[in-house]
């Protein structure tokens, strides 16, 4: 309760006047404290490039949107890993491979200086920051490179796919087309119906007598013939599906625009000498406080006995 008492206003100020030149003398101490603490000598400077990028010939899945899939893709495993190996990130932060936590260590390191969000206008922000303003430069264009190609070989693998279920379909058509020719030979041909259908619909002959009512044989080939057209049809509608899946699996799109591309920092993001100062003035003056309360405490104390 007694401490209490120490930091009402009227207490608070009589002590502020009464050590007010000590407390100027330790924030002045702290100041210059932290300009040297946050000074290039001790905390290295981190540089910041950012990058603003929109997804592009990207069909999202399920209720996602473009850009949430393509957060995913950013995120994605393999583009970390491609990342990691191309910038020896392990070597980069210091990391020693065989460390027991090697793997969790280097994904908490990427995850503290790579950061990717959406931002309002339903692009994403892609920012790392780095000691090097160049290598954080290279990592942004890096991440956005490896995030194209994973896209692109993805949807590749989707079109070979599609490509290979419809040369499977057309194979087993044109089979049922060699099938179907061959029992069309049999009865004649395809030239034999031309006739026999004319004779089937009882068309009056050159002698003006109706012709003899189609028999068993005429039926089957008027069945075969139909059956030639249609397949022939169906052949060309896949046909036309496959001619437009090896085109998809050929053609080499971008899946990024990059609306605002990284660029090289002239200036450091990180350490904020005024935050740090200010951060270790309000730390000192406020530890100084409480000791001076003790000190003005004990001599209270020893006055009332």
């Known amino acids: 309760k007694r401490m209490e008492n120490f930091f009402d206003n009227n207490n608070l100020l009589r002590i ?9 003398i330790i924030a002045v101490l702290a100041a210059l404290v932290s300009l040297i603490f946050s000074s290039s000598m001790v905390m ?5 490039s950012t990058a603003v990028i929109y997804p592009s010939n990207v069909a ?3 209720d996602e949107s473009e850009t949430e899939q393509m957060l995913q893709w950013i995120n ?4 970390k890993d491609s990342v990691m190996r191309k910038f020896d990130l392990a070597k980069h932060y210091g990391i020693d491979s065989s460390y027991k936590y090697f793997s969790s260590t280097m ?3 990427y995850d503290k200086f790579v950061k990717v969000a959406k931002t309002p206008f339903e692009s994403v922000e892609i920012t790392v920051i780095d000691r090097d303003p160049v290598f954080a430069r290279d990592m942004v264009n890096a991440i956005i490179n490896y995030t194209d190609l994973k896209i692109r070989a993805t949807h590749h693998s989707k079109y070979v796919e599609v490509v290979e279920s419809l040369k499977k379909a057309l194979v087993v058509k044109q089979q049922e087309i060699d099938s179907t020719k061959a029992l069309l030979n049999a009865h004649g041909g395809a030239g ?5 259908s004319a004779e089937t619909m009882g068309i009056i002959g050159a002698q ?4 003899a009512p189609a028999t068993k044989g005429d039926g089957d080939l008027i069945y075969l013939t139909y059956r030639m057209f249609g397949l022939a049809n169906e052949f060309d509608l896949i046909m036309q599906k496959y001619d437009l899946a090896v085109f998809d699996a050929k053609k080499e799109f971008t899946y990024i625009n990059v609306v605002t591309p990284p660029q090289v920092a002239d200036k450091k993001s990180y350490p904020k000498r005024l935050l740090v100062m200010l951060y270790f003035v309000a730390g000192a003056l406020l530890l100084s406080l409480v000791a001076i309360s003790f000190v003005e405490q004990k001599k209270s104390t020893g006055v009332q006995k």
């Open 16 to 24: 502020l006047a009464k050590w007010k030149w000590h407390l100027l």
């Open 44 to 48: 290295k400077p981190r540089f910041k």
């Open 60 to 62: 999202p899945y399920s």
């Open 76 to 79: 994605s495993k393999d583009v």
């Open 107 to 109: 994904s908490y390191l």
């Open 192 to 196: 034999n119906f031309l006739s026999k």
């Open 208 to 211: 003006g007598q109706a012709s």
